[in-house]
Every structure is written in structure tokens, then in C-alpha cells.
């Protein structure tokens, strides 16, 4: 924080070059260096103020996914900062602790610009999570992982290619990118030297299409504290879960001294059909990365009974509004994006319920800016366990409606939309993606 109390950031996006295989070099953008972004720290009660400089040969915006804050900053396809220009958003968090990220947002063009290396995380801390004893050194025991799939051509520069769904058969591939290599921050073949017994890691899924199942070589048991838009209510033993673009967890894992075990992506159950199951990933396994720990390991707190996360609601509110949304053929309630017309209005602060249903055969993932939600139940079922909690995007399981209770931000704005659209980048970028405005 400077003299007038705003945390200012900095951010120039740039083209540049960089080593992502080994001794290949590959043009790639970034933010501030050649490839990603800088994570960006910040508490609740900050006063955020923002420098976005654009040095790409593109026009493209900067989103904050997962924050709350106005419109007219979220960094949504409206707001676009020309080649050369600089964009100043500033807003003040107002929001629980919780892991989010940011990446490019520009209507048409957000799967390639994610792709080529735009993308950095955010973690924003408050009072429950500096009360609550998690490891929370930086690069030491609390890890950012950014999980990305890149197709490389044979000569180690980046493949840009994205499947246009005009060129797809019979759904095969309509994903726009499946990658068959991995990278975890923008590092090939990745391993952590773990130095403690216990380790956080915030694992994003900032692919632009792929889903991850993920889990470790030797099902070792691990701890999720948190999922999108914050801390749970307390710590949840799993040995699997879901992460699909643009979703983020946290988890705590436990090492003896000399412990090695992977990170793996394992085959993920997709809930599609024959043979799009396997076209959209459902076949693949990937490690993700190696974790190695020393022969001495410092000690760890150890893993608190509660966490202090808001509780979820445990019913639809009396009342609540009631909205469906159909994500089919590229559509969402037959209706293509239309950066002119704005497709529902809330009323700021409210809680609604949000039925988002998967009316096809194809991999979708929600996601609204400017809310948080829970899922409350899937086609009338539990959600399954790594799905309970604050979020904001949303893989859709199966044919049946998830009910969401989504609550908005108390922020008011007529004219600047947010938007809700799914997370799959090819699909927003063919207009699966709708607008509201909160008043
Ligand atoms: Cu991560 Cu509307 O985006
Ligand atoms: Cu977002
Ligand atoms: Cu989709």
C-alpha cells in the first residue's frame, strides 16, 4: 500500500519469448515477463489500483475472475484496452479470502489470448483466513499450481490452432484446444521440493478446455480447505476432485520426510456419452507434478477442526427468483451473445436461484462474474463433495439441472453488464455467454 492507501499494481501485457520445452523457444505473451502473470496479493478492506498497459499487437481486457467489484471494472468484454492504451480500474475488496485469477476477456479472441500465456493468480486474504492455521508462506508450503494442456508443433513453438466448430465431426473435438502436454506455471515436467509436513496448494484449472480429475499417484488422502470464492467451513478429506476450467480448490497435503508421490490428472468421469466421453479428454491421464519431499521437514501447524468459510445455505431462500439457463448447441436459452442486448436484470444483493441445466452431449462449465453461489443439488441429488462450497464456475455433470443459490453483489450499475457464459473458452468465444446488470 503507497501513501494514499491504494495497492497499486502495475501490469504491462506483452509479447514475448519463452522457454516452455526444453531447450525450444516459442513466442508466447505474458504479463510483466514472457509467459503468465504475476500473482497478485491483496486483503479485504484494500483499496486496489490497477495500471493495465497493453503492448500486444491485439486489443484485448483484463477480467478479475472471481471478484466482486463494479461492472465497469470486471474487465469484461466491454471493457477493451486498445494496443498501446492503459487501462486504470480500482475498486476496494470487499470479499471473503479466497484464491482467484485473472486473464484476458475480449469477445471473440478469449481462448487465444488465455492460450498464448495471459493468465495470473490472485489471492486475497482477510481476518478468518490469517486465523486459520493453514500454511501460508508463499512458494514455500502455500503453492500456486496454474494447470495448463499446450499442443506443441515439432519444433517446440506453441501450436495456436484451435478447432473451429465448423470443422468438427459429429462433436467430435469442439472443444477448440485439447492439449497433450502439460504445463503447471508455464514449467514442463514440473516437480516441488516439499520442505514442511505440510503443504497447501491453490490448483487452478486455467486450460482452455480440459477437465481434470485429479488426485495422487498413491491415493494418498489430501484435505480441501477451500473452493473458488473461499474457505470452507472445515477442512474435507478427499482422494479426487474435479477441476475444470476456471474452477480453483486448495488443498493441504501431508508428507513424511523422503515422501515422493505424483499429482496426476486421472481419466475423468465426464458424464457424456459414447464416443464423445472420449473425444472431450474422458481417456486421457496426465501427471501433473512431482512432489518430493526432503529428508527433514520442518514443521506444520496442524490441520485446523474449522475454517471459518461462511456456511452454505442450506435451502433456496423463501421466495428467491427463479432463472433457467440452457447451455445447448452453443447457445444459452436458444440466444447467441449479443454485446448489445442485455438478457436479465437483478436486483443488487439478492439471492437467486439460477437452474442451469446441460441440454447436450458436449462438456460445458458455468460461470458468473460479480456472484457467488452453491450448488444446492444436481438433477434433485447431493453435488458431489469437492462441488460444496462459495463458487463461481461450475462444471455441468449430467443431464439434470443444477440448482444454484446465487448471490449477488450489492454494487449497482444500469448500463455496465456482467456476464454468465461458459467456461470452456471455444464455446465463449462463439457466444455461449449472456449479460445481466445488477440495480
Ligand atoms: Cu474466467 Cu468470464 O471468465
Ligand atoms: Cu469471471
Ligand atoms: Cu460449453
Redesign the pocket.
Known amino acids: 500500500p503507497s501513501a494514499d492507501g491504494r495497492r497499486h499494481y502495475r501490469l504491462t501485457l506483452a509479447p514475448g519469448t519463452s522457454e516452455l520445452l526444453p531447450g525450444r523457444r516459442t513466442p508466447t505473451w505474458g504479463a510483466n515477463g514472457p509467459y503468465l502473470a504475476p500473482t497478485l496479493r491483496a486483503r479485504r478492506g484494500d483499496r486496489v489500483a490497477m495500471t493495465v498497459r497493453n503492448r500486444l499487437p491485439e486489443a484485448t481486457t483484463l477480467?478479475?475472475?472471481?471478484?466482486l467489484l463494479p461492472a465497469s471494472m470486471?474487465g469484461?468484454p466491454h471493457q477493451m484496452i486498445p494496443t498501446g492504451a492503459d487501462w486504470q480500474p480500482s475498486w476496494t475488496v470487499h470479499q471473503s479470502a479466497a484464491t482467484l485469477w485473472y486473464h484476458p476477456?475480449p469477445h471473440g479472441s478469449t481462448g487465444s489470448h488465455v492460450y498464448r500465456g495471459v493468465a495470473g493468480m490472485i489471492i486475497l486474504d482477510d481476518e478468518h483466513s490469517d486465523r486459520a492455521a493453514l500454511p501460508r508462506a508463499y512458494g514455500v508450503d502455500d503453492v500456486p499450481l496454474v494447470i495448463q494442456d499446450k499442443n506443441f508443433h515439432a519444433d517446440g513453438t506453441l501450436d495456436l490452432t484451435e478447432t473451429k466448430l465448423a470443422e468438427t465431426v459429429a462433436g467430435a473435438d469442439n472443444l477448440g484446444v485439447l492439449g497433450d502436454t502439460i504445463l503447471v506455471n508455464g514449467t514442463y515436467d514440473p516437480y516441488f521440493r516439499v520442505t514442511t509436513r505440510r503443504v497447501r496448494l491453490r490448483l487452478l484449472n486455467g486450460s482452455n478446455a480440459r477437465v481434470y480429475w485429479l488426485g495422487f499417484t498413491d491415493d494418498r488422502v489430501f484435505h480441501q480447505v477451500a473452493t473458488d470464492a473461499g474457505l470452507l467451513q472445515r477442512p474435507r478429506a478427499l482422494h479426487r476432485l474435479l477441476l475444470a476450467p476456471?474452477e480453483r480448490a486448495e488443498i493441504v497435503v501431508e508428507f513424511a520426510p523422503g515422501d515422493e508421490t505424483v499429482l496426476r490428472g486421472f481419466e475423468p468421469s465426464l458424464h457424456l456419452g459414447f464416443p464423445t466421453e472420449r473425444f472431450m479428454g474422458g481417456d486421457d491421464t496426465f501427471d501433473i507434478i512431482a512432489l518430493r519431499a526432503a529428508p527433514r521437514l520442518e514443521p506444520s501447524p496442524a490441520l485446523p477442526a474449522r475454517l471459518d468459510g461462511a456456511p452454505a445455505p442450506v435451502a433456496a431462500p423463501a421466495g428467491a427468483r427463479r432463472r433457467h439457463f440452457e447451455f445447448t448447441g452453443l447457445q444459452i436459452n436458444g440466444r447467441t451473445m449479443d454485446m448489445g442486448r442485455v438478457d436479465e436484470v437483478v436486483p443488487a444483493g439478492t439471492t437467486e436461484i439460477w437452474e442451469v441445466e446441460r441440454g447436450d452431449d458436449w462438456v460445458h462449465v458455468f460461470?458468473?462474474?460479480g456472484a457467488v453461489f452453491h450448488v444446492l443439488d444436481i438433477g434433485g441429488k447431493q453435488p458431489p463433495p469437492y462441488a460444496r462450497g462459495p463458487k463461481?464456475?461450475f462444471y455441468l455433470h449430467e443431464f439434470g439441472t443444477a440448482r444454484l443459490a446465487v448471490r449477488f453483489d450489492t454494487l449497482t450499475d444500469p448500463r455496465a453488464p456482467y456476464?454468465y457464459h461458459c467456461?470452456v473458452l471455444r464455446h465463449e468465444d462463439e457466444g455461449m455467454m449472456g449479460q445481466f446488470t445488477v440495480v
Open positions: 477480467h478479475w475472475h472471481g471478484m470486471d469484461g476477456h476456471g460461470h458468473v462474474h463461481d464456475t456476464m467456461h
